[in-house]
């Protein structure tokens, strides 16, 4: 039985089991108190830079959504796979007729899910100070919001390919290696141009073509400064995502079939 959206009924039941126990973890809270704390403090700092309120508020703002963003995937998305192997849950929920593939598929979703509620409402944080503050709400802030959100999306699903097969922590420090790469990609690919030699650069090549681009998901700048973004940005870097996550949570349900959970 498929749902209308082609996602499987067992799938379904894991993606709802996955956002109702994430939103009993406190790290949920304290995320969105830090990040609340951080956006008032761009409204309260704000006027100590004469004529520059709004582009501090835009900026911080912007960043603190994207940042808290990665941090809950950090957070949450390495023990999505433990939490339930630890307390011998996941081979109860394996023995019924639930795949490891609906399982990957619906703790990804799951996962997903709950951050973007969480950035919602830091995005509704977001827009009630600016409206404190009288700031200008461009449009490609929100489309610099979407895009976060797609970048959510994508480091959750090289957090899904991680936990396939390693440890909570190695996941998290792999994902933050990925994402760290990702946003440096092009300046390590320079780098490697101009400086590099034999293996450096070879590795430096393979690297950014493997690696996603996580800078084509940063148009802070353009918001910032209220700057008109390029024709079908959205919908390449969309696109972009969408085939990187196919892929990442295609290896990672082949990994995860394979692999011993008792």
């Not at 900026?59 to 940042?67: E, F, P």
């Not at 503050?133 to 449009?139: P, V």
């Amino acid at each position: 039985m498929r749902l209308a959206d082609g996602l499987t009924v067992p799938a379904f039941v894991i993606t709802r089991f996955t956002v109702l126990s994430y939103i009993k973890e406190r790290v949920l809270l304290v995320v969105l108190i830090f990040a609340f704390i951080l956006m008032i403090a761009s409204y309260v700092l704000a006027p100590l830079a004469v004529g520059a309120q709004t582009k501090i508020i835009i900026d911080i703002g912007l960043a603190s959504i994207s940042i808290f963003g990665v941090l809950l995937v950090i957070l949450l998305g390495a023990s999505s796979f433990s939490r339930e192997k630890d307390k011998g849950i996941l081979p109860n929920l394996l023995a019924k007729p639930i795949s490891r593939v609906d399982f990957v598929l619906g703790k990804y979703l799951g996962t997903v899910l709950t951050i973007w509620m969480v950035m919602v409402v830091m995005a509704l944080v977001y827009v009630f100070v600016s409206l404190l503050s009288r700031s200008t709400l461009n449009q490609t802030i929100f489309v610099a919001i979407y895009l976060s959100a797609v970048e959510v999306a994508l480091v959750t699903a090289v957090m899904t390919f991680f936990s396939s097969f390693s440890t909570p922590l190695l996941s998290s420090f792999f994902t933050l290696c990925v994402f760290i790469a990702g946003h440096l990609s092009k300046d390590l690919l320079a780098f490697a141009e101009h400086f590099g030699h034999g293996a450096m650069k070879v590795t430096s090549s393979i690297g950014y073509y493997v690696l996603p681009n996580l800078s084509l998901f940063n148009v802070r700048p353009e918001a910032v400064h209220n700057l008109p973004l390029m024709d079908d940005l959205v919908g390449t870097v969309t696109l972009y995502a969408a085939f990187y996550i196919a892929c990442l949570l295609f290896l990672s349900a082949v990994i995860f079939r394979r692999k011993d959970v008792t």
